[in-house]
């Protein structure tokens, strides 16, 4: 039977990579844009440890997934450099770096939400899978036996994480990707930018917080957008 650690694993490793896609999007983003700090840094590459960060990437996901049982994790990498200067278009080319994260986390969702209809598997087994993807007790043995469940099981986790990166970091709040477009379209002072960068993140914890409830429901709501694709 496969094991709720197994699964955990896969969990936390899919993590990782839909992570480490949207940060090599960015650098590759700005390279095509003019941009080859990201480059020469050697972010350009799939390899982890030239991604993690000790919070971000190990200790955050790992003490959530404690404090969850093992339910739920979030996490993030190093931020992969870039100089904005170095861009054609001093206007539009930063929101177009900062978007091409959440771009390549959409598509690999879309990808495997249009495989994971051609999985041959009854529609009533696809919604148990849906409905108890991260209930490891639970979905262990309803998958174990069967490797279209279990690539199932496997397309729906990978869904998961990629349209929650991809939506959350699309919040118009510094130091997330939704402010360099909005940044884009009301331009700001430099000094003013610097300071949202600067103190965004606690801002951000703020909103989170303040508005849990309605963030809740709309990365809800686009992940359900997805998964309406896989049935």
């Given at each position: 039977m496969l094991s709720e650690a197994v699964l955990i694993i896969f969990y936390v490793v899919i993590l990782l990579y839909s992570v480490i896609i949207h940060e090599v999007a960015h650098g590759v983003a700005a390279l095509w844009l003019g941009d080859p700090t990201a480059k020469y840094a050697g972010r350009l590459t799939a390899n982890p440890f030239k991604h993690i960060d000790p919070w971000m990437t190990v200790f955050l996901p790992i003490l959530m997934l404690v404090m969850t049982a093992g339910k739920f994790a979030f996490g993030g990498a190093k931020?992969?450099?870039?100089?904005?200067?170095?861009?054609k278009n001093q206007?539009?080319?930063?929101?177009?770096?900062?978007?091409?994260?959440?771009?390549?986390?959409?598509?690999?969702a879309l990808i495997?939400?249009?495989?994971?209809?051609?999985?041959?598997l009854p529609v009533a087994a696809k919604f148990d899978i849906i409905f108890n993807f991260n209930e490891w007790g639970k979905i262990a043995p309803v998958i174990s036996g069967s490797f279209s469940?279990?690539?199932?099981?496997?397309?729906?986790?990978?869904?998961f994480w990629n349209v929650l990166l991809a939506f959350f970091n699309l919040i118009p709040i510094p130091p997330l990707d939704g402010s360099k477009l909005l940044f884009s379209i009301f331009p700001m002072r430099i000094e003013t930018l610097a300071m949202l960068e600067q103190f965004g993140f606690f801002f951000l914890i703020f909103v989170v917080v303040l508005f849990s409830?309605?963030?809740?429901?709309?990365?809800?709501?686009?992940?359900?957008?997805?998964l309406r694709i896989t049935i």
């Amino acid at each position: 039977m496969l094991s709720e650690a197994v699964l955990i694993i896969f969990y936390v490793v899919i993590l990782l990579y839909s992570v480490i896609i949207h940060e090599v999007a960015h650098g590759v983003a700005a390279l095509w844009l003019g941009d080859p700090t990201a480059k020469y840094a050697g972010r350009l590459t799939a390899n982890p440890f030239k991604h993690i960060d000790p919070w971000m990437t190990v200790f955050l996901p790992i003490l959530m997934l404690v404090m969850t049982a093992g339910k739920f994790a979030f996490g993030g990498a190093k931020p992969v450099p870039y100089n904005p200067y170095n861009l054609k278009n001093q206007k539009w080319d930063p929101a177009w770096v900062a978007l091409a994260g959440p771009g390549s986390n959409i598509l690999i969702a879309l990808i495997f939400a249009i495989a994971a209809k051609f999985i041959a598997l009854p529609v009533a087994a696809k919604f148990d899978i849906i409905f108890n993807f991260n209930e490891w007790g639970k979905i262990a043995p309803v998958i174990s036996g069967s490797f279209s469940a279990i690539f199932f099981e496997i397309f729906i986790i990978i869904i998961f994480w990629n349209v929650l990166l991809a939506f959350f970091n699309l919040i118009p709040i510094p130091p997330l990707d939704g402010s360099k477009l909005l940044f884009s379209i009301f331009p700001m002072r430099i000094e003013t930018l610097a300071m949202l960068e600067q103190f965004g993140f606690f801002f951000l914890i703020f909103v989170v917080v303040l508005f849990s409830g309605p963030l809740g429901y709309f990365l809800n709501l686009m992940l359900s957008l997805f998964l309406r694709i896989t049935i």
